[in-house]
């Protein structure tokens, strides 16, 4: 997630245009998730969120396809969507020979047909939504009996902050989710290779 604290880049969200931003992108550590440290701390955090067989996961939003390609490296097939064609075009290249497709397409209605899935994996894109509730009611339906969605947010800097914070994202999942579980990210400085002070947790819902 961009910082918007610290001039490193424009404030993300709504009015970013992500065609623009993509070739960038990857340029922020937790973002690109070059650094060995960084890589392997969000790879730690991936691997106890999602299944430990090999199953379906869905990455909406999928920018760059970071996660995505730490999601086919832990043995899921992968399938990404992104509104922005320069992000999946760089999503493709990032995981040319794996399991994965990805598709320009909106993540609150993402092209996917009948297909279902075992998790819908989403890092920094629901806060951008409008109608979190209808679009949260939407992925649930998107999963086979037993899915989860593994949403990870935050609320992101500390003049005019944005985002969603997590009590509101995990009321808004209580209706939906048997179990909701949710971790804090903020203390973890390798997720994000340096130290912050605003909220960033992951939510991971059993359906
Ligand atoms: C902050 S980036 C996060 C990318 C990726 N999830 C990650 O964590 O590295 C936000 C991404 O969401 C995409 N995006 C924004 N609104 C979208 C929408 N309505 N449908 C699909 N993708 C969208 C942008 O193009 C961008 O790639």
């Given at each position: 997630m961009t910082d918007t604290t610290n001039g490193e880049h424009a404030v993300t969200g709504t009015s970013t245009d992500w065609d623009t931003a993509a070739a960038s992108f990857d340029d922020e550590p937790d973002h690109g998730l070059r650094d060995p440290e960084v890589r392997r701390a969000w790879a730690s955090r991936l691997r106890s969120w999602l299944p430990e067989r090999a199953c379906d996961v869905l990455d909406l939003g999928?920018?760059?396809?970071s996660l995505s390609l730490l999601a086919a490296e832990q043995g899921h097939r992968v399938t990404g969507v992104d509104l922005s064609p320069a992000m999946v075009d760089l999503a493709r290249a990032k995981l040319a020979g794996r399991d994965a497709v990805f598709l320009v397409g909106d993540a609150a209605a993402p092209p996917v047909g009948e297909e279902r899935f075992d998790v819908v994996l989403v890092r920094?894109?629901?806060?951008?939504?409008?109608?979190p509730a209808r679009v949260l009611r939407h992925w649930a339906g998107l999963l086979r009996p037993g899915g989860r969605l593994v949403l990870v947010e935050g609320v992101w800097g500390t003049v005019g902050p944005v985002g969603i914070p997590a009590d509101r994202l995990a009321a808004l999942l209580a209706p939906l989710a048997g179990q909701v579980h949710l971790e804090r990210l903020s203390d973890d400085e390798l997720l994000w290779a340096k130290a912050v002070d605003d909220e960033r947790y992951a939510l991971v819902a059993r359906v």
């Open positions: 999928c920018g760059t396809g920094h894109v629901l806060w951008t939504l409008p109608d």
